[in-house]
């Protein structure tokens, strides 16, 4: 590409990416994008499934992965949705795919935005950084998507900062985030049966919240695997 094509493309890309997230929060989209909203339009949206299943499931794909791409704060809703709609294994699938075709989206634009300006500027961080992404990259990536308080909205441009290949952060991400995307299409798929609030106590809703918890424990579970797989690979290095 030529030198100053690329800088125009930068900066409309730059432009574009900025407009979309001031319209979001300015015009008070965001708030579609809220679990009260499928709380108490989940019935005409399961109307509208059923009435229009194909317009309504293509829709749901695009539409998570545009938003995942500009990193919006959307996939919790978008996978609770999916959840009510598609029921758990369906609605899973479908988030986990959009979710990461959007992050990919995501990380590119940030790789292609900044990442030779902040090698230039703070090489010595940058390559720091890269080191330990180079030697435990499943392990970072798996802990960043497994842990909730990681928003995927934050991670994915952060990450396509570094030199982390490309396929390592797709494949990584995909396995990632199926479990989350498991927890939460099911306690979509139990508000699609609310009732009352008072269901909200029932053991089906309170298991699907407990098995959320249980998510920040997966990371501690395999932080040893990738420890002694580590170690043993500096080992074979070194004989």
Not at 12 to 29: E, Q
Not at 73 to 85: D, E, I, M, R
């Amino acid at each position: 590409m030529n030198k100053n094509l690329k800088i125009a493309f930068k900066i409309f890309l730059a432009f574009l990416i900025m407009g979309v997230i001031v319209f979001f929060f300015s015009t008070g989209l965001y708030r579609v994008f809220k679990p009260d909203f499928i709380e108490t339009h989940i019935e005409q949206l399961m109307i509208l499934f059923h009435e229009h299943k194909v317009v309504v499931g293509f829709s749901y794909v695009v539409l998570y992965i545009v938003t995942t791409a500009f990193s919006l704060p959307t996939s919790l809703v978008f996978t609770l949705t999916g959840g009510a709609l598609f029921g758990v294994l369906g609605g899973a699938l479908l988030a986990d795919f959009s979710a990461s075709t959007g992050a990919v989206i995501a990380f590119l634009a940030a790789r292609f935005l900044l990442r030779d300006v902040l090698e230039k500027k703070y090489a010595r961080f940058v390559s720091t950084i890269n080191g330990h992404l180079n030697q435990n990259a499943w392990f970072y990536i798996l802990f960043l998507r497994l842990v909730p308080v990681f928003p995927y909205f934050i991670i994915n441009p952060v990450l396509g900062l570094s030199r982390l290949p490309l396929s390592t952060f797709y494949f990584a991400s995909v396995v990632g985030m199926l479990p989350g995307a498991l927890i939460y299409a099911n306690v979509g798929a139990q508000l699609a049966t609310l009732r009352s609030f008072h269901d909200l106590h029932s053991p089906r809703f309170l298991v699907a919240f407990g098995l959320l918890g249980c998510l920040v424990l997966i990371p501690v579970l395999i932080k040893p695997f990738y420890t002694r797989r580590h170690k043993s690979t500096k080992g074979d290095a070194k004989a």
